[in-house]
């Protein structure tokens, strides 16, 4: 019975320790081409025993008013056929609104920033492709624009890699297109990983941080609250 009972807590023991070291992956997938859009992003946990997969098929620009919105659905193999839809309005008001919120979590959380920047640390991001065609009436134009481009890609995967462990070299693209019709096409592709212990862990560290601070937890519950209260009025 004791030899039973001690390979069953060996064997236990040892099927915690591979989940723990087994990886959250995360890969990420945009596509443009002028008014063609497509985003999509998969998570897999526990050796693919558990994924989730998140679709943004359409992205509108109504005007400078209301801004952006974005239509997804989301799906995961735990409710196997079961897609939720998805719509999202991204304007003015709503990134007042983050930035509100994020201010709020600052002030309920010790350390927020520093918690944070350790739990990105952990991140690491083994591939990313990044390529754009870009083609104006204008060849001057042309190239102005593919200047600016790869300025904006450098300055990106610089802030980065200085937040982040990069394990391969990027793979950035910037191609002008001279005498064909006006053309905007960019594709990103991105795969990252943490470790799920360290995720249990950064996810404790951040509990236990909040209950810190004065009153941290109902202004995290109200937080959330306001977030899910605006969740379902968007849709």
Same mark, same amino acid.
């Given at each position: 019975?004791?030899?039973?009972?001690?390979?069953?807590? =060996?064997?236990l023991c040892?099927?915690? *320790?591979l989940?723990?070291?087994? !990886?959250?992956?995360?890969?990420f %997938?945009?596509?443009?081409? #002028?008014?063609?859009?497509?985003?999509?992003?998969? *998570?897999?946990? &526990? =050796?693919?025993?558990?994924?989730? !997969?998140? $679709?943004?098929?359409?992205?509108?620009?109504? #005007?400078?008013?209301?801004?952006?919105?974005i239509r997804?659905?989301?799906? #995961? #193999?735990?409710n196997?056929?079961?897609?939720?839809?998805?719509?999202?309005?991204?304007?003015?008001?709503?990134?007042?609104?983050?930035?509100?919120? =994020?201010?709020?979590?600052?002030? /309920?959380?010790?350390?927020?920033?520093?918690?944070? +920047? /350790?739990?990105?640390?952990?991140? +690491? *991001?083994? +591939?990313?492709?990044?390529?754009?065609?870009?083609?104006?009436?204008?060849?001057?134009h042309?190239?102005?624009?593919?200047?600016?481009?790869?300025?904006?890609?450098?300055?990106?995967?610089?802030?980065?890699?200085? !937040?982040?462990?990069?394990?391969?070299? @990027?793979?950035?693209?910037?191609?002008? $297109? =001279?005498?064909? @019709? @006006? &053309? %905007?096409?960019?594709?990103?592709?991105?795969?990252?990983?943490?470790?799920?212990?360290y995720?249990?862990?950064?996810? %404790?560290?951040?509990? %236990?941080? *909040?209950?810190?601070?004065?009153?941290?937890?109902?202004?995290?519950?109200?937080?959330?609250?306001?977030?899910?209260?605006? $969740?379902s009025?968007?849709?």
């Open positions: 019975m004791w030899i039973w009972l001690g390979s069953s807590l =060996f064997l040892l099927i915690i *320790v989940l723990l070291l087994s !990886h959250i992956k995360l890969q %997938f945009a596509k443009k081409s #002028n008014k063609n859009d497509m985003v999509t992003v998969d *998570v897999t946990l &526990l =050796f693919g025993l558990i994924s989730l !997969h998140y $679709k943004i098929p359409e992205i509108e620009l109504k #005007n400078l008013q209301d801004g952006l919105i997804g659905e989301n799906s #995961n #193999n735990l196997e056929g079961q897609t939720a839809n998805h719509e999202q309005a991204i304007n003015k008001h709503k990134i007042e609104q983050w930035a509100d919120d =994020f201010r709020a979590m600052l002030e /309920a959380t010790l350390g927020l920033r520093g918690w944070m +920047k /350790a739990t990105l640390r952990h991140i +690491k *991001v083994t +591939k990313l492709e990044w390529s754009t065609n870009i083609a104006l009436s204008n060849a001057a042309t190239a102005t624009l593919t200047g600016l481009a790869w300025a904006l890609k450098s300055t990106l995967v610089g802030f980065l890699s200085y !937040h982040i462990s990069l394990q391969q070299r @990027p793979k950035l693209f910037v191609v002008p $297109k =001279f005498g064909t @019709p @006006p &053309l %905007f096409a960019s594709q990103l592709k991105c795969t990252a990983r943490i470790r799920l212990g995720a249990l862990y950064a996810s %404790f560290v951040l509990i %236990f941080r *909040v209950l810190r601070e004065n009153k941290g937890l109902r202004k995290w519950l109200k937080i959330l609250s306001k977030a899910k209260s605006a $969740k009025s968007d849709r």
